[in-house]
């Protein structure tokens, strides 16, 4: 017979597994990697999405420093922009193999795809990366962009997901 104070109990936490010192190696050395990433989020006072490469600078440095290739897509109120850009940026190491910080920044190009303007622009960020497995880890970055062209200069507010090759 079952007692109310073990019905009134509250059940056991199931917990995942914890990172044991191989799997931070494993997941470090794959963060040291060229990745792939899409974000999604705004840029400035409009909605876009990128695709970036970020490549590092070699096995050793490239753990904490390397270069971002960009092209965003923004949709505006008024005309749809790209831009092309490369950017700098720091990281540190992924912590516990869970989770790494990064920032940087760079300029870009924006091109109003309806009338042609160009426009220098450029901005930076700060982020987190979650990684769940040594080759994958969503994103989060908050930053600001300096361009006004059609409207997007302002605060960045992106997520997304970086695949390490």
């Known amino acids: 017979m079952v007692s109310l104070v073990a019905l009134a109990a509250?059940?056991?936490p199931i917990l995942g597994p914890l990172p044991t010192e191989e799997y931070i190696r494993d997941v470090n050395?794959?963060?040291r990697r060229t990745s792939i990433g899409i974000t999604n989020g705004m840029w400035g006072?409009?909605?876009g999405s990128d695709v970036h490469v970020d490549v590092p600078f070699g096995p050793r440095v490239g753990q904490f420093y390397g270069a971002r290739i960009r092209a965003i897509v923004v949709d505006?109120?008024?005309?749809p922009a790209v831009a092309p850009g490369l950017e700098l940026f720091g990281r540190s190491?992924?912590?516990m193999?869970?989770?790494r910080m990064y920032g940087?920044?760079?300029v870009h190009v924006w091109i109003d795809t309806v009338t042609g303007d160009v426009l220098p622009g450029g901005g930076g960020h700060m982020g987190f990366e979650g990684f769940v497995s040594p080759n994958?880890?969503?994103l989060m970055e908050i930053g600001g962009q300096g361009s006004d062209l059609v409207g997007i200069g302002g605060a960045s507010f992106l997520t997304g997901i970086h695949f390490y090759l």
């Open 97 to 99: 193999g869970v989770l």
């Open 93 to 95: 190491p992924v912590m």
């Open 29 to 31: 050395a794959a963060a």
């Open 104 to 106: 940087g920044g760079g």
């Open 45 to 47: 006072s409009a909605w």
């Open 76 to 79: 505006t109120s008024v005309n």
């Open 10 to 12: 509250p059940p056991e």
């Open 136 to 138: 994958m880890a969503f």
